[in-house]
C-alpha cells in the first residue's frame, strides 16, 4: 500500500502563491497516475492536476497557466506550483497515486486564499 504525505498549505492573500509538496513511500512499476485533487465544502473531489507514468501533465480547465505541476521520481514526490491564487481555489488538496486501478490518497492540506 502506497503512503502519501502532503505540505506546503496555508492561507493566501488572491494573487498569491503556495507550493505543495508531496512524498510517496514509493512510486511502484507499474502506477498509472500521481498528482492532486481537491475537494472545497459542499462540493465533490475534482482533480486539479496531474502527470501520467511517463510525466504527462494533465490540467483542469480552471487551473491552466496558473499552476504547474512537476514530479521528482528520484524523491518518489510531486509538487504542484500554485500562482494567481483566486477564493475558489480555496480547498483540501489531496495527494493521488493510481496504480493498477486503486487510487491511494493523502491526508489532504488545506489552501485558503482570501482577503
Known amino acids: 500500500q502506497v503512503q502519501l504525505v502532503e505540505s506546503g498549505g496555508g492561507w493566501v492573500q488572491p494573487g498569491g502563491s503556495l507550493k505543495l509538496s508531496c512524498e510517496a513511500s514509493?512510486?511502484?512499476?507499474?502506477?498509472?497516475?500521481l498528482g492532486w485533487y481537491r475537494q472545497a465544502p459542499g462540493s465533490q473531489r475534482e482533480l486539479v492536476a496531474t502527470?501520467?507514468?511517463?510525466?504527462?501533465?494533465i490540467y483542469a480547465n480552471s487551473v491552466k497557466g496558473r499552476f504547474t505541476i512537476s514530479r521528482d521520481n528520484a524523491k518518489n514526490a510531486v509538487y504542484l506550483q500554485m500562482n494567481s491564487l483566486k477564493p475558489e481555489d480555496t480547498a483540501v488538496y489531496y495527494c493521488?497515486?493510481?496504480?493498477?486501478?486503486?487510487?491511494?490518497w493523502g491526508q489532504g492540506t488545506q489552501v485558503t486564499v482570501s482577503s
Open positions: 502527470t501520467t507514468s511517463r510525466g504527462t501533465p
Open positions: 493521488n497515486i493510481l496504480v493498477s486501478g486503486i487510487n491511494y
Open positions: 514509493e512510486l511502484p512499476f507499474d502506477f498509472n497516475a
